[in-house]
């Protein structure tokens, strides 16, 4: 059994755009205002003015850009990241929040990601970025994001997946690289 995951979706892309947009504009103004000081004759007499505001729209941008950074750094995935129900596969059923398919009823099974929850080779994982995508006869595609640790893992359900493969729902190589532990995408 594995937890489903509920991705936040909100503010967090449109403020990071937001602040990327930003920053162009201002960088944008920043270099336009060093060229026309540089290059334009008549406003060199202008030039403290000008610097003056060089200063001012630098400083913002540079406050921009901090934003960003502090923002990537401590506020990168938290409170992004909401169990939603469970995962359970089955050899005659696959079970999603609830919702049973049974496997007559799937077209295709594709499983993406190998993100398993821990400290592996000095990376810590949250175990959050793998997909379960299914395709169901009627052509109607479904997927959920699902947790895996180290002591439930995909590679661990060889019986489950080797049905699954025997019966064409599930790719020859998505089910060797399960089983291998390699990313299968």
Known sequence: MYRIINQKSGNRKIVDKTLGILAAIFAAVFVLMLLATAFIPSLYRFKETLNQSVFVVFAIEMGIIVMAVLRYIFFREKATVLTGGNLELSENQITANG??????????????????????????TKGTDNTLMITLNDGTEKSWKFEQTEKHQLKNEKKILKKYCDAGLLSESNYENILNNTNYY
Not at 105 to 115: A, C, M, Q, S
């Open 99 to 124: 919702q049973d398919f049974s496997v007559s009823d799937l077209r295709k099974i594709r499983f993406i990601g190998n993100d398993i929850k821990g400290d592996f080779r000095g990376f810590v």
